[in-house]
């Protein structure tokens, strides 16, 4: 197994153990399973020490005996495991914005439905993987290689090209890139750009004084359409896209632009009630394989709950 796909590996199993915490947090036989793979070696240590930063926890508590046998004192719940915050109002509804379904169709060249992830060889050798109920239009020409990120998700790797950018447009963002793999998302009305290896520029207006950024590997980018607001940061290469293995991992993220790309795997219309917990802020490694516990698994630590009240309506609203 080589050094790259053993690194993923331990994170995801770091992942699954905290996403079971996060579920049984008072249970100290839970904690106990935690301590016990993290002692296994160095690299396990190192792999809960990268997923217990994403979820804002000190990474002390598995590994302190003492302070593990004080959980109920202390109050270990899942808001060890979620950083909370207000970033302005957010949107009631989940989503990208809403685009008709038949100008959509119109205007895009690939669609996906729920939980329908795509392969698509691109005319240059270029290739796109499209994540599910996404959109995306494709037009090439002799000089330049435009893509439109129409809905949802998408991970480009591109040819190297230098007579002709690469460039992806979603709503009011652009990301140009030469010989790159980068993921671009439109979530409820906040576009992100993530670097795997390359460099990419993004531009849009209120991003800067020149109103461009240029993002390396591992860095990422999100940009908040309504209020211009930008946010940056970086995480490990592997973790970039991290959605095309079943897996979504989240920093400093809006709870409306997180719900929003987890109900991509969930059937039907989900709903935030409550405008203010949209616009919350977590961080987080959140399972794709049941989206229904990954959506709870957000927005527990902010006092709501998830209500499927119809075979294709789902809302979040407080207890």
Do not use: C
């Amino acid at each position: 197994m080589s050094e790259v796909s053993e690194e993923r590996r331990l994170f995801r199993e770091a992942a699954d153990l905290a996403i079971r915490l996060q579920n049984d947090s008072g249970n100290p036989v839970s904690i106990e399973v935690v301590r016990a793979w993290i002692s296994r070696s160095p690299e396990h240590e190192l792999a809960w020490a990268k997923v217990s930063a994403i979820h804002g926890m000190t990474g002390k508590i598995l590994t302190d005996r003492q302070r593990a046998a004080q959980t109920t004192s202390l109050g270990l719940t899942r808001r060890n495991f979620a950083i909370g915050g207000a970033i302005g109002l957010g949107a009631a509804a989940t989503g990208s914005w809403i685009i008709p379904k038949v100008l959509l169709e119109a205007r895009a060249d690939h669609m996906t439905s729920t939980a329908e992830l795509k392969r698509i060889p691109l005319p240059d050798g270029s290739m796109a993987t499209l994540g599910p109920n996404s959109a995306l239009g494709i037009g090439f020409t002799d000089d330049r290689r435009s893509i439109d990120l129409l809905l949802g998700m998408a991970y480009f790797e591109v040819a190297e090209d230098p007579a002709r950018p690469f460039v992806v447009r979603s709503d009011g963002l652009s990301a140009t890139a030469l010989g790159t793999a980068f993921d671009v998302s439109n979530d409820a009305g906040v576009v992100s750009v993530s670097v795997d290896h390359g460099l990419v520029e993004a531009q849009a207006s209120g991003l800067s004084s020149n109103g461009v950024e240029r993002l390396g590997a591992g860095e990422w980018l999100a940009f908040d359409l309504s209020s211009h607001s930008l946010n940056r940061g970086s995480r490990e290469t592997f973790q970039i896209a991290a959605w095309r293995t079943g897996m979504i991992v989240a920093e400093k993220e809006s709870v409306s632009a997180l719900v929003a790309k987890i109900s991509r795997w969930q059937p039907g219309s989900v709903v935030i009630a409550d405008p203010y917990l949209g616009s919350r802020v977590v961080s987080g490694v959140f399972d794709l394989s049941d989206p229904l516990r990954a959506i709870d698994a957000v927005v527990r630590p902010f006092g709501a709950k998830v209500r499927k009240i119809a075979p294709f309506m789902t809302v979040i609203s407080p207890v």
